[in-house]
């Protein structure tokens, strides 16, 4: 069976996200690391809806953490493998450079790029094996066009994205796909804090985002049709240039 496995899926984006490929037909893994009664009513939704689901608690940014959890999963699904890999996971933790605390930036860089970096390196071994796979990176606008007050969630999106890239390259020769999707706006906790009317009257489609349309982009990505794609970073972002 095909597994799906989303970072970071317990509220927002990955929540939308493990919901919509359930739909699609993948057995999905529910990442969390703190939200256990959230991402536990991600796997309830799913199967409410007739889909699979189960609960992978892991911290992204730590290694020994990734590789303990992926190793039992494999163990305990000798037939399976992880198919579709969506690194959602991320924290924000914004300030003006100039003010900005070691931890503030290593926090968002850590979870940012050593969770894919950590997360990737196991999970892409066995979709080269079986020649085939899809792995979608969520970064953000902020990683595109750079944001005042985020230097460190900038950097560690944009890293992302050259890191998507790169590996594009490294396994396209085995079929598999990698793309970067760049959010702009988009409801979820992240944003919650923000002003809202403001955000409206810099969006040229005037509303924010829902985590269900990033979800469809990220499904369609993980498809078959999407097969010829790859290396790519595809904003949805109302308009926003």
Same mark, same amino acid.
């Given at each position: ?16 996200? *493990? ?32 889909? =699979? ?7 992204? =940014?730590?290694?020994?953490? &990734? ?16 198919? %579709? ?37 196991? &999970? ?41 890239? *790169? ?10 796909? &990698? ?23 810099? %969006? ?38």
């Amino acid at each position: 069976m095909e597994y799906a496995l989303i970072t970071g899926a317990s509220r927002g984006l990955g929540k939308a996200i *493990a919901e919509r490929l359930a739909k699609e037909g993948y057995a999905v893994i529910v990442n969390y690391n703190n939200s256990e009664k959230a991402a536990r009513e991600t796997v309830e939704n799913i199967e409410a809806a007739g889909g =699979k689901a189960e609960l992978m608690k892991l911290d992204v =940014k730590e290694g020994s953490q &990734v590789d303990a959890a992926i190793e039992a999963w494999e163990a305990a699904h000798p037939e399976d493998y992880i198919a %579709v890999l969506v690194n959602n996971a991320g924290v924000r933790e914004d300030s003006l450079l100039v003010f900005m605390q070691d931890e503030q930036w290593d926090k968002v860089m850590e979870t940012t790029l050593g969770g894919f970096f950590y997360l990737t390196r196991r &999970v892409v071994k066995n979709m080269m094996t079986h020649r085939n796979g899809r792995i979608v990176n969520i970064s953000s606008v902020s990683g595109l066009t750079g944001m005042q007050g985020q230097c460190n969630y900038a950097a560690a999106k944009a890293g992302l994205i050259g890191a998507s890239k *790169a590996l594009a390259l490294e396994v396209a020769p085995r079929k598999v796909t &990698v793309n970067v999707v760049a959010p702009g706006f988009i409801a979820t906790d992240m944003t919650s804090e923000l002003d809202q009317d403001m955000i409206k009257k810099t %969006v040229p489609l005037g509303r924010i985002g829902k985590p269900e349309e990033v979800a469809a982009l990220v499904a369609f990505l993980a498809s078959k049709e999407a097969a010829y794609i790859t290396g790519q970073v595809i904003s949805i972002n109302g308009g926003v240039c």
